[in-house]
Nanobody, 117 residues
Framework: QVQLLESGGGLVQAGGSLRLSCVAS????????MGWFRQAPGKERAFVAA????????YYADSVKGRFTISRDNAKNTVYLQMNSLKPEDTAVYYC??????????WGQGTQVTVSS
């Protein structure tokens, strides 16, 4: 079992930055691909970014490429999402997820990000 706890969300003006954190407990995240997803009001949950256990191959949704950076600190059992140049369309609840088996099978409770224009 993996428990995930996100933090760092909030209200920011367009063009601003936020850094989200996701702390895992219950087991080490070493060897696990970790991801960030988001769900805007009235929309389905969407992939944002993911990072493999080795951190050598982060990948991003086209909508955030060049603005968001995913990283991990295995020693702290933590994954981060640095979000720069935020836009109103980035407003959503952001979720951290762990891919322990073949799918993302553990999820956090989410943290709200609101970007004002």
């Amino acid at each position: 079992q993996v428990q995930l706890l996100e933090s760092g969300g909030g209200l920011v003006q367009a063009g601003g930055s936020l850094r989200l954190s996701c702390v895992a407990s219950g087991r080490s995240i070493r060897g696990i691909t970790m991801g960030w997803f988001r769900q805007a009001p009235g929309k389905e949950r969407a992939f944002v970014a993911a990072i493999t256990w080795s951190s050598t191959s982060p990948y991003y949704a086209d909508s955030v490429k060049g603005r968001f950076t995913i990283s991990r600190d295995n020693a702290k059992n933590t994954v981060y999402l640095q979000m720069n140049s935020l836009k109103p369309e980035d407003t959503a609840v952001y979720y951290c997820a762990a891919q322990v088996r073949t799918t993302y099978d553990y999820w956090g409770q989410g943290t709200q990000v609101t970007v004002s224009s």
